[in-house]
């Protein structure tokens, strides 16, 4: 099972926004509306952040935001805030597969 | 609160055998598919391996088919990966997480453990 396609860094000041991309195919990202991103600090458990393709859970600041467009899903971090500093996956988990993706380091400047 | 605690992990030799287990609380644990999945070195997650609530359907990667076994126990809120004949790109750290869903196939990891670590070395 191919992993999706992030992009491998990103960054952003304090207060801007980024924006992380997350590629698949119709089989995956494109087919369902599973798609979840992840928050993970080394050496910490990963924590979700964005469910079902743009489902925030209870505790996760509304500075977070996910959507989706043919097979690609995005992450957005507005506002962002130095505690924003770490690794995002994302992730679907459709049908079939059970894919993650290659994870991007999310870097405040 | 949910509470997810793995053991198990350590160093073994390639060919060797290693059994983690997961300590489930907070939840009522017979009710949700549970994962396996891991982390290797510098890499990105990988799934691993899925059990539904009563063991009726079992997944697992095409990289660890054969050589790993995913069980669970209800009455004891655990979750178990028997993992053999252990290879050196088996090297990360497991994590058990829960998945929430509508059925086995679909749905998302919504709590995760703190991982253990696997390390297959000479």
């Known amino acids: 099972q191919s992993a999706l396609t992030q992009p491998p860094s990103a960054s952003g000041s304090p207060g801007q926004s980024v924006t992380i991309s997350c590629t698949g195919s119709?089989?995956?990202?494109?087919?369902?509306?599973?798609v979840s991103w992840y928050q993970h600090h080394p050496g910490k458990a990963p924590k979700l952040m964005i469910y079902?393709?743009?489902k925030r859970p209870s505790g996760v600041p509304d500075r977070f935001s996910g959507s989706k467009s043919g097979n690609t899903a995005s992450l957005t971090v507005s506002g962002l805030q130095a505690e924003d500093e770490a690794d995002y996956y994302c992730s679907s988990y459709a049908g079939t597969k059970k894919v993650f993706g290659g994870g991007t380091k999310l870097t405040v400047l | 609160e949910v509470q997810l605690v793995e053991s198990g992990g350590g160093l073994v030799k390639p060919g060797g055998s290693l059994r983690l287990s997961c300590a489930a609380s907070?939840?009522?644990?017979?009710?949700?598919?549970m994962n396996w999945v891991r982390q290797a070195p510098g890499k990105g997650l990988e799934w691993v391996s899925s059990?539904?609530?009563?063991?009726?359907?079992?997944d697992y990667a095409d990289s660890v088919k054969g050589r790993f076994t995913i069980s669970r126990d209800n009455a004891k809120s655990s979750l178990y990966l028997q993992m053999n004949s252990l290879r050196a790109e088996d090297t990360a750290v497991y994590y058990c997480a829960r998945v929430v869903g509508p059925d086995f196939w679909n749905g998302y990891v919504d709590d995760w453990g703190q991982g253990t670590q696997v390390t297959v070395s000479s």
């Open positions: 079902e393709v743009t």
């Open positions: 907070g939840f009522t644990f017979s009710s949700f598919t």
């Open positions: 059990i539904s609530t009563s063991n009726g359907y079992i």
């Open positions: 119709s089989s995956d990202v494109g087919g369902y509306n599973y």
